[in-house]
């Protein structure tokens, strides 16, 4: 059994988080076992009650972070896509994890914001900026951008490819991966 | 790596089931990874905001559900130890296993309520019994017992080492774990 760690994306909504997380797995897998938590679904399934704000992001947040840890534990590389826009709660994810020998990667999957309003794929933000959702993160609610990421990916101008070999680059650098 | 599996304890309040867990999960430990989902952890570090209305006890379980079929698709074997009072509830945590493969059994942790009241190891019987607690499952909200559990064990005539030892028993002949 390989050892767990767990790669964390955080970037706003639209940077790229849950396409690298399904790329980055998909090598990963090669040589490992891999589970995506993806921000998203763990709402859907877990956090139905939850809103946007801080209170309730961060319980979310450290959802996905316990539940990382458990399969972290088992062996299991485990890669988090959600926009986790606080810094104070990435730390204290990071801390949980390493306090439990967990390797711990954050990876700031950084995008202009002009660039993902220009992009709007989902037509968020177009919404947001009418005004017709509150606390969008980057247009009505803050995002605290990692001040010491383990790794920074600029989706706004770098491939999936290319973003893609960045992460892997810098885990196994640090030898969390291996590819033979 | 072994496959993973989840053994469902169900049963009322102080009938045994933690202590269950932790004694099956010992013994398992020497042959396969495990990692036990206690009700009332969970529900302190995941499910904070849940009352004991059925639709907030189903919710309980169903992310109990989630994690632990998260787990065993990584080959863990897990524990659940919750009261999950509601048969159908049960039914569907099994469906959802098993439509992924993942062995599911049932162990109905089964002690006369009479027992349980005598005991009351944590004062919650008599305070359920004076109306000071709201939905206490036996009391004042319902216990379904399962009506083709895979395993029975009798906490108030058995040992814990007896019902260790049945409930093994069942994982043995089910070809879910060998101990060599």
Redesign the interface.
């Known amino acids: ?1 390989s050892s767990g760690a767990i790669l964390w994306l955080t970037g706003l909504s639209g940077a790229g988080k849950t396409t690298l997380a399904q790329a980055v797995g998909e090598r990963l897998r090669a040589v490992t ?1 891999v ?1 995506i938590l993806d921000g998203e679904e763990l709402r859907r ?2 956090s ?2 939850l809103g946007f704000s801080k209170a309730d992001r961060d ?1 979310n947040v ?2 996905l972070g ?2 990382g840890r ?2 972290a ?4 590389f485990v890669i988090t896509a959600a926009i986790s826009p606080y810094a104070d709660t990435r730390a204290e994810m990071r801390r949980a994890a390493e306090r439990e020998r967990i390797p711990f990667v954050e990876a700031f999957v950084d995008s202009s914001l002009q660039t993902l309003i220009d992009r709007d794929v989902k037509g968020l933000y177009r919404r947001a900026l009418a005004g017709e959702i509150d606390h969008f993160t980057g247009i009505s609610d803050p995002y605290e951008p990692p001040s010491q990421p383990d790794v920074v990916v600029k989706t706004d101008v770098e491939s999936v490819r290319e973003s893609v070999e960045v992460i892997l680059r810098v885990l196994v650098d640090r030898g969390l991966v291996a590819f033979h």
């Open positions: 059994m076992a589970e399934d877990l139905q009650e319980i450290r959802r316990l539940i458990l399969l534990r088992h062996g299991v």
